[in-house]
Antibody, heavy 126, light 113 residues
């Protein structure tokens, strides 16, 4: 059974830092691209970041670029999100998610999120 | 960035009625390499993470009841719940995965009248 377990959230002061983790199990973690998506209280879903299966290619939303860093440890089956210079507007539930798709020959196609963690709440307050 | 716009923002229907949720993308999201539309639909119930319902615009995820279906072409897409059940009360989101950043619609809240 695919499981994603988010952790690391909490209360942090404005300008502070936090590291989120997502422990994966039930699938070959090193074969999948992974995402972070966040949801402010009472609001919609916002894509934050993506990392390829090897950890060599990353992408970020403009709102977090330069402040957040996505990484992974395939030996530990764990995805990370390092967050710095946190702002009030970063307050949200942060979800890790697995990228779904398929491969045909040497090409792979995908981008939707087929499994999600339960989320971890980050509250940034002065 | 591709903007995804859903309508309506909310709808309230009686049990057994058909629910229709629309999603419009600001530009083409057809992958020319595999000729598939890069659109997904998710269901989110209160206090839970999103759940994938539909991907590639029309493909139902394993285990999703067949009363859920996706349709559309070009830049206009629809999620249909053919016969609304009590357990379908949730917020529904569309998402494009044609380009980075991935973007979601604002969500449509479905309630029972």
């Amino acid at each position: 059974e695919v499981q994603l377990l988010d952790s690391g959230g909490g209360l942090v002061q404005t300008g502070g830092s936090l590291r989120l983790s997502c422990a994966a199990s039930g699938f070959t973690f090193s074969s999948y691209w992974m995402y972070w998506v966040r949801q402010a209280p009472g609001k919609g879903l916002v894509w934050v970041s993506r990392i390829n299966n090897e950890g060599s290619t990353t992408s970020y939303a403009d709102s977090v670029k330069g402040r957040f860093t996505i990484s992974r440890d395939n030996a530990k089956n764990t995805l990370y999100l390092e967050m710095h210079s946190l702002r009030a507007e970063d307050t949200a539930v942060y979800y890790c998610a697995r990228e779904g798709g398929y491969c045909s020959g040497e090409r792979c196609y995908g981008g939707y999120s087929d499994y999600w963690g339960q989320g971890t709440l980050v509250v940034v307050s002065s | 960035d591709i903007v995804m716009t859903q309508s309506p923002d909310s709808l309230a229907l009686s049990l057994g009625e058909r629910a229709t949720i629309n999603c419009k993308s600001s530009q083409n999201i057809l992958n020319g390499s595999n000729n598939k539309i890069c659109l997904a639909w998710y269901q989110q119930k209160p206090g839970q993470p999103p759940k994938l319902l539909i991907y590639w615009a029309y493909t139902r995820e394993s285990g999703v009841p067949d009363r859920f279906s996706g349709s559309g072409s070009g830049t206009d897409f629809t999620l249909t719940i053919s016969s609304l059940q009590a357990e379908d009360v949730a917020v529904y989101y569309c998402q494009q995965y044609y380009s980075i950043p991935r973007t979601f619609g604002q969500g449509t809240k479905v309630e029972i009248k």
